[in-house]
């Protein structure tokens, strides 16, 4: 299996610049999450999706980030405009949807920087 | 307060020494925890999860005081390929097992 695949690795923008952020998790996981992480705030949870819902968004900064999962293979994290604060590591995360299965695989991460 | 707080350190030990780690949860209800390790810029893996009873993986032990509502992680023999940093992670109950992640507690182990 080739874990979980994130994309860009890298990625530097202006501020007001929309940025979108990709992952496929493992084949077979029903849950994704998507972290955020900063050396100031640690790992974030951002949004939770079980079986391509969003289940929990509460971590979302506000209306300028959205999220979506449109099949189980893909999902995408949007920001727009972007702004320097935005700047951080972008994780996506699966597991398998099972009672007890918290494990969660990460992929490599996105690292933003907003100019 | 946090939800889950760990001393950041760094903690820097010899190799071969033992180093232990706490950390601290706020909800008394949280069923789950486990110990994540991140190497410097790279992301999280499992190193072990944390049963009731304690367990041991190796030179790695993890034990689990819920009456006081804190996680251990014990490393004997440190290795310098144990520099990493190590992240408590706990779940919550809320509809359903959200984990929540520690700032973590960064090891170095030098020659």
Known sequence: DAGVIQSPRHEVT??????????????GHNS?????????RGLELL???NNNVPIDDSGMPE???SAKMP????STLKIQPSEPRDSAVYFCASSENSAGANVLTFGAGSRLTVL | RKEVEQDPGPFNVPEGATVAFNCTYSNSASQSFFWYRQDCRKEPKLLM???SSGNEDGRFTAQLNRASQYISLLIRDSKLSDSATYLCVVTFSGGY???IFGA????????
Not at chain 1, 71 to 74: K, Q, V
């Open chain 1, 14 to 27: 202006e501020m007001g610049q929309e940025v979108t952020l990709r992952c496929k998790p493992i084949s």
């Open chain 1, 32 to 40: 994704l999450f998507w972290y955020r992480q900063t050396m100031m």
């Open chain 1, 47 to 49: 949004i939770y999706f």
């Open chain 1, 63 to 65: 209306d300028r980030f």
């Open chain 1, 71 to 74: 099949n189980a293979s893909f």
């Open chain 2, 49 to 51: 999860s944390v049963y």
């Open chain 2, 97 to 99: 097992n959200k984990l």
């Open chain 2, 104 to 111: 973590g507690t960064r090891l170095a182990v030098h020659p």
